[in-house]
């Protein structure tokens, strides 16, 4: 699965320089999330589509060791045939106790992993407000501060100005913090889901390859 590494709005501005001919911050973010999201749906699906696929393998089997004894009922070779339905046996039955950990717990896994990214867009939400109310503040303290006239003879509307400013900056503080705790989160998540993953189908490949070969 891909990361989605948090990189403050401040760093990515001066990473960028030029920010009109590339994707806002926000849409990059945005677009993160879906992709991951997206690649955890394909896991999902593959998941269950290769359980699947093992499924129809072993009632394959099932079927022709049961052509196999039909054919070969009543002659000498009837027990070779016997022994073929109870090798398939025994793998569809692998199978199935194998199968049961990752249908119970790492699908469940799954849905609880995509279930925490609507919480990362609504903090991505949170924090594009908070940088249009930052900037705007920010523009209008510009303009005010290079406006001698009003300097001089409007104190009063430029100290009002530079509050806002400061109550926008110590908001787009706070959504910062929360929207890097929301990545940090989905990202501890990430990395256990995926190992939780490997180490789920790493096993049931073995138990089923040794039962095959041994």
């Known amino acids: 699965m891909d990361s989605v590494r948090y990189l ?55 079927q022709l060791a049961e052509s196999f004894s039909t054919v070969l009922k009543e002659t000498p070779l009837l027990e070779i045939s016997q022994q073929l339905k109870q090798v398939v046996e025994e793998i569809d039955h692998v199978a199935h106790q194998s199968s049961v950990p990752i249908t119970s717990h790492i699908l469940g896994t799954l849905c609880e992993f995509k279930a925490t990214l609507p919480g990362l867009r609504r903090a991505i939400e949170a924090h594009k407000r908070s940088v249009q109310n930052y900037e705007s503040c920010q523009e209008n303290l510009e303009l005010l501060e290079k406006d001698d006239g009003l300097v001089n003879n409007d104190g009063k509307r430029l100290k009002t100005t530079r509050q806002r400013f400061r109550a926008a900056t110590e908001e787009l503080t706070t959504e910062e913090e929360k929207l890097y705790r929301s990545f940090s989160e989905v990202e501890e998540n990430r990395v256990k889901v995926c190992f939780c993953l490997n180490m789920r189908v790493r096993t049931f490949c073995f138990d089923l390859t040794f039962k095959v070969f041994i």
């Not at 999330?33 to 129809?56: H, R």
């Open 8 to 62: 403050s709005y401040h760093h990515w501005k001066e990473s960028k320089g030029d920010t009109s001919k590339c994707p806002t911050y926000h849409q990059k973010l945005l677009e993160n999330v879906e992709t991951l999201e997206s690649n955890v749906g394909a896991i999902d699906k593959q998941i269950t589509g290769y359980l699947d696929a093992t499924k129809s393998f072993c009632g394959a089997g099932s």
